[in-house]
């Protein structure tokens, strides 16, 4: 059984429910924050909250319980009132701001746990950066079971939490979106804002035994920006940022119980390796993301090079045709069709010393059936000679438009007209071609080839 | 209270030696300290200004990794484990790392900076405490000397550390007072110095650099979480009493190295007090002072400000209704009238009994309004003659709103009266020149002024 490679016992099962409550919780809300553009308020609320949490564990000894998230609501809205008020009374800068006070109470918090240690137990890492293995050791019994205070707490908060975001759905949906709307529809968007924080405040509180009072801010904000990456409703993103805290905060016990052992050491912190599951599910996101990943826009930018490039070849060939036609003969060949070395050479091909990719073009263009390959020359079919005719007329329709309508000094006309020739379809050759009076030849005095069937 | 086990004379013993460096020990750190809290304020005032305040906090966190692997590392080839100089090495190459992660992911996605920089931070961090755990699990570690680097602690400064400290410190001053005045210029409008053929990318760069430096050598003091504070504070504090440049650098500096002292010494004297939050809250004590103080937009000197505007339109206000109150019933002997004139001027504006006292009494201090024996209050001449000048910007202002901006006569009352007590003489000017007809010397009002009549 895979259970019992991992050693896995009670306490794993508790300690995942804490983990999975905790990040469960910490997605839903941080979801707004990330949202609302204001991640980093959650950054320096789970900070600030260090006094009050300090101050919880001086009067009542206890490290969990109500007076704690009642505490943690006020230092939350104190914070967040304080960073506003410094940032409109004053004028500094919001960032600025959030960093004098975020770093003062935290300070303060930090110096009143160290001198309370002496007396309390409490420690500053478990503060810092969590104890979740220190969650099974704490039963309360609550109906006949024996389970983890800080199991019950942490499903308190995600009630709570969670009935608010239900109830309160269209509304903060409508403040986070559009909050100038919002306003004139009549919903109070600072009400809201500072429900959103208070929110924020208790959920810190209430998942730092678990993730510390550092890493609540990997929780709050990762989930939300993973869901940003892959959805575009705010249901749907809810669900995605909810779902990815859970997972990774299995996956993060897990491997903070098996990866050590890979390389000779035991285990390690199940926070810190929380945080680092989500980071890479975070880059993970990033790269396969649809529309906006990095696998998807390289596929689109390669997609984007490669139908130019086709396009190249193919005004070169539909060129060739011509002058084996027709008037001047440069290049004396018979049926139109050029050796890849012709491709290469023709003053101002785009493949001159690139002989590696116009190899690779040809290859696809031949399994796309828009060119032949004969007796060493590439000569293109009936349907790539069509493709080849589009370019060349939009090539030269553009020339002529530069010079007739633009005075563009003729020497600088090829390098618009080739640009522009790959973002030309046919609606706009046919707007361009009535707007200059069906032109039949381009300035240099060559033909403008008929817009093919 | 937490200082109960200690001796109170043993206590000032120590106060007195910290405070004048009486032991080697302190006057090391002290030197590392201060130098530290010298650099932060003077790049720190750059970066406040640039506003990247908060990348700096990203870069902090994201040098733990670099910490624990350096450490790591170090113990599996039999090294020193705590040389400050690799550590630090190491902080530097995962903080620029994560500066770069922050970058990419701004620029590559659409997610805001402010994710970004939560993101790396807190995802960073979390793989530094990934290896810290592995190290507390280590046979044998040493791993205490870590945890300096996450609360800041100064007690394991070696004498080698604070110089390392100190020149770091001296070189990031030294640089930033150089390019003083390309700084000035691309942090106060960068597009005109890229304009003007600055280097202005480049300049960006080094000034992260410069706080990216500040940050790591900080680390070991301060610590990473609160490593920011020490960029931010002082400038943000220095703000409230200055405006020029030069002048602020130079107090940011100060604020910096004094809160460095401050905090400390505090350290240095109490037991159990991180170096690191002495500093952040002897700095946050400087910025409340300045902020209450400050004579730059200082909370208590714009209360003042605010409450002397507000008592210099209330007498304005005055002088104008009991100018028009003259204007009625005549200034000689008003008989009847007298008994009405308190409520005329109370339902003139409903003002507050006590504010209409305490106006008319600081008139009559200035010699405008006197109390007649008969029992009304009275203009001076020299009361008169600002009364007059009063009520003239009001209703040269009414009669320009009626003229140029089409308001109802019934309306033009409430829009001059927030103006007309910020009226200058030049706008005067102008508005006699547009309003010819109106000019001397007195317009009459357009609205009904208020009246003795019992009001339905």
């Known amino acids: 059984m895979i259970w019992s490679a991992l050693m896995w016992t009670s306490l794993d099962t508790w300690i995942v429910l804490a983990a999975v409550l905790a990040g469960v919780t910490c997605g839903l809300i941080g979801s707004f924050l990330v949202l609302k553009k204001i991640s980093m308020m959650g950054d320096a609320i789970s900070h600030a909250v260090l006094p009050g949490i300090a101050l919880a564990f001086l009067l009542t000894g206890s490290r969990s319980g109500l007076p704690l998230l009642i505490g943690a609501g006020l230092v939350g809205i104190l914070t967040s009132v304080l960073v506003q008020v410094l940032h409109q009374h004053t004028r500094l800068e919001e960032g600025a701001s959030m960093g004098v006070v975020f770093t003062v109470l935290f300070a303060l918090g930090l110096i009143m746990i160290e001198q309370a ?140 119980i098996t990866i050590p052992g890979f390389f000779g050491y035991t285990d390690t912190s199940t926070a810190g390796s929380m945080a680092v599951v989500l980071g890479v599910f975070f880059f993970l996101a990033m790269v396969i993301a649809p529309d906006q990943g990095l696998f998807a826009r390289l596929v689109k930018k390669i997609n984007r090079g490669f139908a130019v490039h086709t396009q190249d070849v193919l005004g070169l060939l539909a060129r060739s045709a011509e002058r084996s036609t027709g008037s001047e003969d440069v290049l004396p060949l018979a049926d139109g069709g050029l050796s890849a070395r012709n491709l290469a050479a023709i003053q101002g091909s785009p493949f001159a010393g690139r002989r590696f990719l116009l190899f690779i073009v040809l290859r696809c263009m031949q399994f796309g059936k828009l060119l032949v390959f004969r007796e060493g020359r590439y000569k293109a079919t009936e349907q790539g000679l069509r493709r080849g005719q589009e370019v060349l007329r939009s090539h030269r329709l553009w020339e002529t438009y530069f010079h007739d309508d633009c005075q563009v000094d003729p020497k600088e006309l090829h390098y618009q007209a080739d640009v522009l020739e790959h973002y030309t379809d046919a609606k706009l050759r046919k707007d361009l071609a009535s707007g200059l009076d069906e032109p039949i030849n381009d300035p240099q005095g060559r033909p403008i080839p008929d817009e093919p069937e | ?129 990934v290896l810290l755990g592995i190290i507390q699990r280590m046979r044998g570690a040493p791993a205490a000397g870590l945890n300096s680097f996450i609360y800041g602690r100064t007690a394991s400064m070696l004498l080698s550390d604070a ?208 109390f007649t024996p008969r029992g009304y209050w009275k203009l001076t001449p020299s009361g008169r003659s600002e009364a007059a000048r009063v009520t003239r910007n009001h209703r040269l202002w009414e009669v320009y709103l009626l003229e140029f901006a089409a308001i109802a006569p019934a309306h033009v009352d409430q829009g001059a009266d927030q103006i007309e007590h910020v009226l200058g003489d030049e706008m005067v000017a102008e508005l006699e020149k547009l309003l010819p007809r109106f000019g001397t010397p007195l317009p009459e009002s357009f609205h009904p002024l208020g009246s003795l009549e019992e009001k339905p």
Not at chain 1, 132 to 160: A, H, K, N, T, Y
Not at chain 1, 197 to 211: D, G, P
Not at chain 2, 72 to 91: D, E, F, K, T
Request: one cysteine or more.
């Open chain 2, 163 to 370: 110089v390392l400290i100190g020149t770091a410190a001296l070189v990031i001053i030294g640089l930033t007072l150089l390019l003083f005045k390309e700084f000035r210029l691309f942090t106060f409008d960068s597009p005109f110095a890229a304009g003007d053929g600055w280097p202005v990318t480049f300049l960006d760069a080094l000034l992260m650099a410069l706080a990216v430096g500040v940050t790591i050598i900080g680390l070991q003091a301060v610590g990473i979480i609160l490593i920011i504070a020490i960029l931010v504070i002082p400038p943000a504090a220095a703000r409230f009493w200055t405006n020029k440049l030069g002048l602020l650098v130079f107090l940011s500096a100060m604020f910096g190295a004094l809160g460095s002292y401050l905090g400390t010494s505090i350290s240095a004297i109490l037991p159990r007090m991180p170096a690191g939050a002495a500093i952040v809250v002897s700095q946050g004590a400087f910025f409340l002072v300045s902020l209450l103080f400050g004579s730059e937009r200082g909370l208590i000197q714009e209360l003042i400000a605010r409450n002397r505007q507000k008592r210099k339109i209330l007498r304005q206000n005055l002088l104008r209704a009991l100018y028009e109150f003259e204007e009625q019933y005549g200034t000689g002997n008003i008989g009847a009238n007298q008994e009405g004139q308190w409520d005329y001027l109370n339902d003139a504006r409903q003002w507050q009994r006590g504010s209409l006292y305490r106006g008319l009494k600081s008139l009559k201090k200035q010699g405008r309004v006197l």
């Open chain 1, 117 to 256: 240690a002496r007396n309390v137990d409490i420690h500053p890492e478990h503060v810092l950066f969590g104890a979740v293995e220190l969650v099974p050791l704490r039963m309360v019994e609550l109906w006949g079971f024996d389970i983890p205070q800080g199991v019950i707490v942490l499903s308190g908060v995600l009630l709570f939490n969670l009935i608010l975001v239900l109830v309160f759905f269209k509304e903060f949906r409508l403040v986070t979106f559009d909050p100038a709307l919002a306003t004139t529809l009549g919903i109070p968007a600072t009400a809201l804002h500072y429900v959103l924080m208070i929110m924020v405040s208790i959920t810190t509180v209430a998942a730092f035994e678990v993730v510390g009072s550092v890493l609540v801010v990997a929780m709050l904000i990762v989930p939300g920006s993973i869901a940003w990456l892959l959805t575009q409703r705010l249901s749907s993103f809810l669900l995605v940022s909810t779902g990815v805290a859970g997972v990774s905060a299995v996956l993060g016990h897990v491997a903070a």
């Open chain 2, 1 to 129: 209270m937490w200082l109960g086990n200690y001796d109170s004379s043993q206590v000032l013993h120590r106060l007195i030696r910290v405070l004048t460096l009486g032991d080697y020990n302190t006057r090391v750190v002290m030197f590392g300290t201060v130098m530290l809290g010298l650099a932060g304020g003077v790049v720190g005032v750059f970066l406040l200004l640039r506003k990247r305040s908060l990348l700096a906090d990203a870069v902090g966190h994201a040098a733990l990794p670099g910490v624990a692997a350096t450490f790591i590392i170090l113990m599996q080839l039999g090294g020193n484990p705590r040389s400050l100089p690799l550590l630090m090495l190491g902080a530097l190459v995962s903080g620029l790392l994560g500066m770069g992660c922050v970058l990419f992911i701004t620029r590559t996605t659409r997610l805001t900076q402010d994710a970004a920089l939560g993101i790396i931070l807190s995802v960073f961090f979390g793989f530094g405490i």
